[in-house]
């Protein structure tokens, strides 16, 4: 009995331990779980979401995505690229490449090109709800079992948002500010409520966590390398916050 719980012990710390993985931007910007990215267009130019997917460690992944959900629309006129495939329609519950194929693989400390991993909506929908596609991205073993922790990011089309036709973060920065990036041993926050926070370095690995109270706080940055990083703020309700920092 011993020995077969050992054996289950290994097989899911071997599972575990196989890789990690981050979401990005095509300009390095981490995408955190959870975060929401709104358009107020269905103009291609404007309300195509670049991203890649990032390998952070020394072992390569396999991932997969999956279309959690779908509000508003019907899948239709939703374009969702990923390797070398574009689909000009998605489905609930489908997964991406589907489990019949190979997962997508990413070698150890790389990441894949931006070029070919994009999302855009160019379905108006009634003009008035916004329309909503949740989408999961998770890691798979050898047997395609679910393992790690994945991340779950919201595409919006809401053609009712007040929002530069830029902004596709849905981060207003009402929650919290950071009153300067460029820094010595601590990085200054001030936020209206409690938050989290999480320390990337360029690379998208992820550096440090934490909890921040109302009012100014204060993150210890003195045991990094001069350079810059991503600090990404995220508040109770789910809004989020990306900037880049410069440690000098």
Same mark, same amino acid.
Request: proline share 4%.
């Given at each position: ?24 931007? %095509? %300009?390095?910007?981490?995408? #955190?779980?959870?975060? =929401?990215?709104?358009?107020?267009? *269905? ?11 990032? &390998?952070?460690?020394? !072992?390569? /992944? ?11 629309? *019907? ?14 329609? #998605? ?12 997962? /997508?693989? =990413? @070698? ?9 991993? &994009?999302?855009?909506?160019?379905? /108006? ?9 949740? #989408? $999961?991205?998770?890691?798979? &073993? ?14 919006? +089309?809401?053609?009712? @948002? ?5 902004? *596709?973060?849905?981060? $207003? ?12 041993? !601590? ?26 109270? $109302? ?13 810059? +990083? ?13 900037? $880049?920092?410069?440690?000098?």
């Amino acid at each position: 009995m011993k020995k077969i719980i050992f054996l289950l012990l290994f097989t899911y710390m071997h599972s575990w331990s196989y890789g990690q993985m981050a979401l990005a931007k %095509d %300009d390095g910007t981490p995408i #955190v779980d959870g975060q =929401i990215f709104t358009y107020n267009s *269905t103009n291609e130019n404007i309300a195509t979401l670049h991203y890649k997917i990032k &390998n952070t460690s020394a !072992s390569s /992944i396999k991932v997969r995505i999956k279309i959690m959900s779908i509000q508003n629309a *019907t899948g239709s006129g939703f374009q969702f690229c990923y390797l070398n495939t574009c689909l000009p329609s #998605v489905a609930v519950n489908a997964i991406y490449p589907s489990n019949a194929s190979s997962p /997508i693989t =990413i @070698a150890a400390n790389s990441e894949t090109p931006s070029t070919g991993y &994009n999302m855009w909506n160019s379905n /108006i929908g009634s003009g008035t709800f916004p329309i909503d596609y949740v #989408v $999961k991205y998770y890691l798979v &073993n050898n047997s395609n079992i679910e393992y790690g922790t994945p991340v779950t990011i919201t595409y919006r +089309y809401d053609p009712n @948002a007040i929002l530069s036709v830029k902004d *596709t973060q849905n981060s $207003k920065e009402g929650f919290a500010s950071i009153p300067v990036t460029l820094v010595n041993s !601590s990085l200054p926050i001030v936020s209206e409520e409690t938050v989290s926070y999480t320390l990337h370095n360029m690379e998208g690995r992820c550096l440090s966590t934490g909890n921040l109270k $109302k009012g100014s706080e204060e993150i210890n940055i003195s045991n990094l390398n001069a350079g810059n +990083y991503f600090v990404t703020l995220k508040s109770p309700q789910g809004k989020v916050i990306v900037k $880049k920092i410069t440690k000098q």
